[in-house]
Structures are given as C-alpha cells and as structure tokens.
T-cell receptor, first 109, second 115 residues
Framework: GQNIDQPTEMTATEGAIVQINCTYQ??????LFWYQQHAGEAPTFLSY??LDGLEEKGRFSSFLSRSKGYSYLLLKELQMKDSASYLCAVLDSNYQLIWGAGTKLIIKP | IAGITQAPTSQILAAGRRMTLRCTQD?????MYWYRQDLGLGLRLIHY???????GKGEVPDGYSVSRANTDDFPLTLASAVPSQTSVYFC??????????????FGPGTRLTVL
C-alpha cells in the first residue's frame, strides 16, 4: 500500500528553527508537495520538489531524497503565525496526490 | 469570484437526507477534486475530474456522486447521508492533470454534520 508518515505534533520556540520530516512509500513518484493549513482554513501551497536537493523560499526550505523516500520542511526564524498543520503529499504514478495526516506545529513565545 | 468558492460553509443534516455541496472556480482550471478531511487522517480523495465531461473515483467514493457539466462547477452529492459522512469537505482545482508540476488550490471547505 501507499503510505506517508509525518510526526503528529511538534513544538518549537518563536525565533528558532524547526524541521518537519516526511517519509513516503508510494507506487511511483512524480513529485512531493508541502502545504500549510491553519486551523479551520484550507490548505495552501508551500513548496514542490521533484529532484533531489534543497529548495529555498524565504524562511521556508524543502529537501528531498528520492532514494531514501524522505523529505523535510525547514522553517527558520519562527513566528507565532507559523503555528499550523503542515501537510506532506506525494504525486504517485497515476498523478494522484497521496496525503500524509499532517504535522501540527505549536509555536511558543 | 476569485479562486474557488464552496457552499454552504457549514450544514447540519439529518441522516437519510440528500445534500449537494457546491464548488465553483474561476481560474479556468481543467482538473477539479473533492476531498474529505477527518481528524487524525490525511486528506482523502472522493472523486475527481480531469476535464469537463469526465469524472473518476478516488479513494473513498462510496455514498458520493459528482458531475462536471462545465469547467467551472463541480458539485458533490450525498444521495442519502449517513453519520460517517460527518467531515470537512474541500474542493480543489489544478491547472492541468497529469503534469508533474501540478499544484492544487483549495476552496475554504464545507463543514458537514450528519445526525
């Protein structure tokens, strides 16, 4: 079967750095997405990786290792508004998105 | 309209009743999707449409039906609601289906409670 694993919940301090991991086992791979979802709101797109390596976008970076079936989202200079759930999703061989359950990130002052 | 809209925002429904959730996008995206999101679970695909006039079943299609008469609208119908269909429903769209750079954009969601 297809599986996406992420930690259920993480806590970090304002101003610090946090890394959210995602491991996947899917039938084929056509890219990995990270989305942010604030409580009670819709998911919004953060990043897309299809090649190995690090993609940087402001305070957020996303890393992919296809051989290890592994990705992480790195958030720097954490702000209170970064408190949200972070969803990892993989585009499989049928170009369907397979979603992880999400990681709830709690930021403390 | 800007982006994707869904209606209603929330609804309480008696079991056995028929209900249609509406979804409209103005981005001229080819592909549209319906997901349900339940606590502790990832988004699960109910039905999708790669282009107007075509639909397909996702991971959890039972009890739901969809239609895609035109590019903009993609309604989801529950023929006879059951309590297990209590969930938050998200509609999404993307510019093209089958491309690796596809990105899905989500509507604000409909919170449905079936009693």
């Amino acid at each position: 079967g297809q599986n996406i694993d992420q930690p259920t919940e993480m806590t970090a301090t304002e101003g610090a750095i946090v890394q959210i991991n995602c491991t996947y086992q899917t039938s084929g791979f056509n890219g990995l997405f990270w989305y942010q979802q604030h409580a009670g709101e819709a998911p919004t797109f953060l990043s897309y990786n299809v090649l190995d390596g690090l993609e940087e976008k402001g305070r957020f970076s996303s890393f992919l290792s296809r051989s290890k079936g592994y990705s992480y989202l790195l958030l720097k200079e954490l702000q209170m508004k970064d408190s949200a759930s972070y969803l990892c999703a993989v585009l499989d061989s049928n170009y369907q998105l397979i979603w992880g359950a999400g990681t709830k990130l709690i930021i403390k002052p | 309209i800007a982006g994707i809209t869904q209606a209603p925002t929330s609804q309480i429904l008696a079991a056995g009743r028929r209900m249609t959730l509406r979804c409209t996008q103005d981005m001229r995206h080819n592909a549209m999707y319906w997901y349900r999101q339940d606590l502790g679970l990832g988004l699960r695909l109910i039905h999708y449409s790669n282009t107007a006039g075509t639909t397909g079943k996702g991971e959890v299609p039972d009890g739901y039906s969809v239609s895609r008469a035109n590019t903009d609208d993609f309604p989801l119908t529950l023929a006879s609601a059951v309590p297990s269909q209590t969930s938050v429903y998200f509609c999404a769209s993307s510019d093209s289906s089958g491309r690796a750079t596809d990105t899905q954009y989500f509507g604000p969601g409909t919170r449905l409670t079936v009693l």
